[in-house]
């Protein structure tokens, strides 16, 4: 096993991975930004290294300052978490380069997945179920419009390098399509330095399905079922639970089948995430693969009660899973609400600044993955996640009610929040019946 692990994060995540370190009994190293000199996952690791100013690109995208903390504080892996180097393939190539273990698939995986024309193709090839659509790169708007006249309006350009909503444009008629690819590559080209563009059969409607995947080196591959993280605002994904209301028994062992396969043909190791769309029909496609944990992985955890950050930690120090599918068992039910520092009245844009008062719910099945404490100033540079909560019942209609419970008991109070959004989310009587879809928010929600 290890004996000292770097978390290259900030953050819940890097608490949460601290946190599954120390259980383990492996020393930890944070880094921290100039701006995170009083963030608490650099309180909370046994070491700490300042690895640069506020700016991302110069701190927690920066691999030479990583790299070399890593070296000094002598850790032998890196835990990434999510986000900054996470999907990045030559930070992977590099960790090799200096003998460090990357707590994740390798470098070619991390390619292979990370353009999603290319895990497109992968996927074909393995007979997983994708979206109708091009079949090979597109980088001019004539190409991608014959496409789109041959699968039929709607469709969905996409960045083959996107990621987090960007470099996405759906096209409802022919007229719109010029426009929509130029806006769609052009974004790509800004956010990804890449060009190379995608169409695919827009899906109406659809539900946000995907299946959490464990994988050893050992060939062993399993499914820890499915989350449904339909609930979304700009593609940006709000409420999880685990499991859907959507997937019959006999749904989810065909989709979880699907997922292992997708994974095997990856050739992946590691804890990764097969994403399928649902239609009305019940027929699914894959999207896309996320090839590191997920922010929503904490409502697998509870009801499988398997650690998945535990498991991740597990593979990469070379060990074989320690659970197998017949072990995996689906009990009750976890709803997640990602609660953000944005005020829901100016069109949820990001409100960082003090917290002068905070209260946390508790008690039995409540869990609260944050890195935010009282008179704690949230930086502006940072994602405006600020916390989870998550909740655990015997089925829905209790883990709902006690979501209401923990939200009105939850007090972060010197800066605005999405909570009473949530709240509203959460008792919406759709909501609550389970007739969600990734439309929810921009149908029932939008002024
Ligand atoms: P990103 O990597 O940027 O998050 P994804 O490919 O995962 O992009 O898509 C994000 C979301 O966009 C999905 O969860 C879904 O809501 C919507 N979406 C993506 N592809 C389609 C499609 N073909 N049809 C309908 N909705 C889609």
Redesign the pocket.
Known sequence: MFHKVLIANRGEIAVRIIRACREMGIATVAVYSEADKDALHAMLADEAICIGPAKSSQSYLNMESILSATVAMKADAIHPGFGFLSENSKFVTLCEKCNITFIGPSADVINKMGN?AEARNTMIQAGVPV?PGSEEPIYTFEEGEKIADAIGYPV?V?AAS?????G?RIVHKKEEFHSNFLTAQRESVLAFGDDTMYV????EH?R?IEFQILADNYGNVIHLGERDCSI?RR?QKLIEEAPSVALSDELRQKMGEAAIKAAKAAGYTNAGTI?F?LDKYNNFYF??MNTRVQVEHGVTEIVTGIDIIKEQIRIAAGLPLSVTQEDVCIKGHAIECRINAENPEKNFAPCPGKINNIHFPGGNGIRIDSAIYNGYHIPPHYDSMILKLIVFDKNRELAIQKMNSALGELVIEGIETNLEFQYEVLNHEKFKKGETN?HFIQTYFSK
């Open positions: 999603k979206v969905i996409k996107g990621g987090g909503g960007k996405m695919e059969k827009y899906i659809p946000h979304q593609h994403e769309l999207i896309e990734t």
